[in-house]
């Protein structure tokens, strides 16, 4: 059976006066129904770009997007890229759903709770607004909203900001969709009410058996939550592969910097944290050759001046594990000093 | 000299809510900080956590006295300076400094560089050795920008380098206290770890003492010496950071440092989590008793109806619970 | 709710009697004696004093005040005997430059001040708000140029000149009303086409300004809530467009409008001085620009002043209520 989703060459970029900003470039990618796919990268690499291009979410006279994405329906499949925007439109809330990063405006607030998740039901089920506002309770109950039934009557001012996003989880799944993608879903809130919406989006995805795009930068989320990860820097996927993978054995310089400038919790170290130097490049007119370079430590491994003259391509180093890099995995394995188990004995 | 260039006795800051309009009438009172003690010691780092709303910022910016305390003490290098008004202050503002969360507002964008940092020399009329610009060119270079942008503006740098312009800024008076309010939560995880760093020198070199207000443990277990975790404007324990990061004996304590993600997938999929119910109550009307006892998993009927004091359980350890985890 | 509502209330009522209290203490500083006014040339002493009597103005001020408020609910009689003049409650006091109680020159002008705002009014709003919506809708294309255009000239010509524009080269050019009858009063009713006749131009002159400025608070409300997080999340639902714009998009971008359009509104009920003199209507703002310019006619300017004031303080009412039902962010406040 075929990928629920499948994404193949897109290509995301905004013509502005400055030039083109190429946000997502050659993005390839997979999920499958009850599997979770976190993409992870720092602020501007892409993470939303590549994601609101699936959910048709952009403004088509603003945005110049190409490749494919590429929804397996019962029905058949339906390249959401190409097809007719009333097409897409009829499977967004349907078939895919989104939740986003800032829980407290992303409610109207002007309509109930109740009338918001209804609106949401209702646009693809026959049903009167009686029904639609039941509907809703329901929902509300599922997500875990004590006293659904008084609570379906207030409006967004009236929850905290942990309770909103439920709301908006309640009117993502109130269709039974079959992919969920939830753009930083949990960053604007506190840790105790982030590990309680994780915990749900856990729980929803088996009860409804979904895909799920999650897209995050803090890297211990994904540790959490994820099956397969998605590396992203400045609109490139450097790195895909199985979480484990990624967290032990990486194969992309990025990533084990990344995971080596994070501090740990659960680890005493007063040793000084490692850096990543410099600061990721502008998506104006990138430079021809790795976009990593010029921050990379192992680039002077390359022979010649490879890394600054031609772009790695996305290529599986190891069984089921890609990477953008030219060097072997032979190489990578050997310089990487980030498996993040090494430290803790 | 007294060994603490910080001390809080009971710090209380309490702000009123208005119904607003033309007869603006006191509705309610935020307990904003609730009776808070503490202290740092010179040249160390303390942490203040907890959730959004509990007090965090508000205890920093009274220790500045951005804000007038309510009541308690505040101590600042043996001296009390409660009470001190605003001309009082003045001498000592240069030797407490402030560092803010955001970058991009902290910086008034129609300065150059040169002159947001140079203006602290300034307003305490202060002509420093070798002349202001050098002196800021050396700021600069301190904190790991070029020395030739001092006449750039800010919104030519990046997040990242915002900040140092920030640290810069606080560093020019060579303060003995630091407060930096969530310094590194607007940036990049590659980023964070660069200014982390910075400050660390930086405190390693100068001898500075910081009072360290985030919500990220991560960064904060990193970075403290001793940690304070605050809930609903009060203090809740306060440890060292081994201690508290590894023996914490406050149930909320151990509910935060369980909720934390931590990025190792083995470590993930075999933890057990502690899940707090519900959200937080409203500052306006804190729950009676122990503050903490509608979300906590241990609570009795005692917790609800007296108010756990904080006392001293071991040596610089800290905690007001009523049924502490067992040591 | 109720309580809300009870509040404001109290809360403008308190507000009318402070804006009276302040209009009687201005018109008594001002430097200016009516009843000196009142005889010209032939004046000596003992004709002001009797004037001043007459005129009720020999009294404190807070006595004048609470006269005219007590007239206001009880009526009000000038001078005895058989010169004796009453004028009924709601009496406004009585103008002796016009022989007339103020009460009914208001009712007099009222209807045709009314007519003009309301006709203006609606016409704005129309225009104002479709072009606005249109010119964000379609952003950098041609309607939002014409919208441009329009905001432009509309908001730099001022209605003293679009006025007389609109007046000779389109009324009287062709005819369009028979320049006698300009500036009587025609009843809707028994004489529907006149009314029109009369009222649609000044009309448009009054709206085209003030359409200009809502054009241009639409367009750029309509495009500053098309980027809110909450339109984004209407479009993920799967909603279509259409049902964005006016369900999401525009009820949250007009709801500020409201406040504007309401006060807007209410100022125009006090007069609109320009538009009257140009069209010759003998609406509030002619009845009071002559009652200041000419006659120094205290009682008829006390009465207009705080009549406007009034429109306006109630207008702030009516709209903090529809603004409680639209906005529930203020409902439970
Ligand atoms: N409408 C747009 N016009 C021009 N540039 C845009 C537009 N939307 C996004 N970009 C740019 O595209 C790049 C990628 O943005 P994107 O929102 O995908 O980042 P992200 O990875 O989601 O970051 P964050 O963590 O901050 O959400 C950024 O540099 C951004 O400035
Ligand atoms: N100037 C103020 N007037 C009234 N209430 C205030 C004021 N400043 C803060 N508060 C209230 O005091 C409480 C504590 O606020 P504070 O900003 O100190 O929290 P914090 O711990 O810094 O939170 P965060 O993590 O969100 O920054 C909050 O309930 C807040 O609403
Ligand atoms: S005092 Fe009681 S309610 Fe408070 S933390 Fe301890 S056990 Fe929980
Ligand atoms: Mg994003
Ligand atoms: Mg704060």
Redesign the pocket.
Known sequence: MKPFLEVKNLNVS?P?EDGN?N??QDISFEVALGETLAIV??????????N?AIMGL??PA??IISGQAILNLESGPVDVITAPAETVRRLRGKAMAMIF?DPMSSLHPYYSIGDQISEAWRLYNEGNKKDGLKKATEMLDLVGIPDAGRRVNEYPHQFSGGMRQRVMIAMALVNNPQLLIA??PTTALDVTVQSQILQLLRDMQKEFNMAVIL?T?DLGVVAEVADRVNV?YA?KIVEQAKVDEIYYRSLQPYTMGLLQSIPRVDQLDSHRLKTIPGQPPS?IGLPAGCSFRARCEFASHVPGNLCATVAPALEEKAPAHLTRCHLTSAQLLELNTSDVRGSHN | MSENVLTLENLTKHFDTTTGGVFNKVKGVVKAVDGVTLDVARGETVGLVGESGCGKTTVGRTVLKLYEPTSGKIIFDGQDITKLSRREMKPLRSQMQMIFQDPFASLNPRHTVGTIVSASYDIHGIKPEGGTKKAVQELLERVGLNPEHINRFPHEFSGGQRQRIGIARALALKPKLIVADEPVSALDVSIQAQVVNLLDDLQQELGLAYLFVAHDLSVVQHISDRVVVMYLGKVMEMADTAELFFKPRHPYTKALLSAVPIPDPEIERKRERIILRGDLPSPVNPPAGCVFNTRCWKAQDICRTSVPALVEISPKHTLACHFPEPA | MLKFVSRRLAYTFAVLVLVSIVVFIIFNYLPIDPARLTCGKSCFPALIEANRHRLGLDVPWWEQWWRFIHGLFAGRSYAEGSAAIVCGAPSFGYSFNQHSCVTSLIGQAFPVTFSLAIGSFILWMIMGISLGVLAARFKGRMPDRIATVFVLVGTSLPTFISGLLILLFVVLKFNLINPIEMGQWMSPFSNPWGYFKEFIFPCITLALAYAATYTRFTRSNVIETSSEDFIRTAKAKGLSSGVILRKHTLRAALSPILTIAGLDFAGLLGGAIITEQIFNLPGLGRLSIKAVLTDYDLPVILSTTLLAAAFVVIANLVVDIAYAFIDPRVRVA
Do not use: C, P, Y
Request: charged share 20%; glycine share 14%.
């Open positions: 905004f502005t900003v946000a997502s990268g720092e602020s501007g690499s892409g993470k939303s770009v590549s609101l952009h403004n603003r945005t990063q753009d930083e897209i930068h992203m609109g998506l």
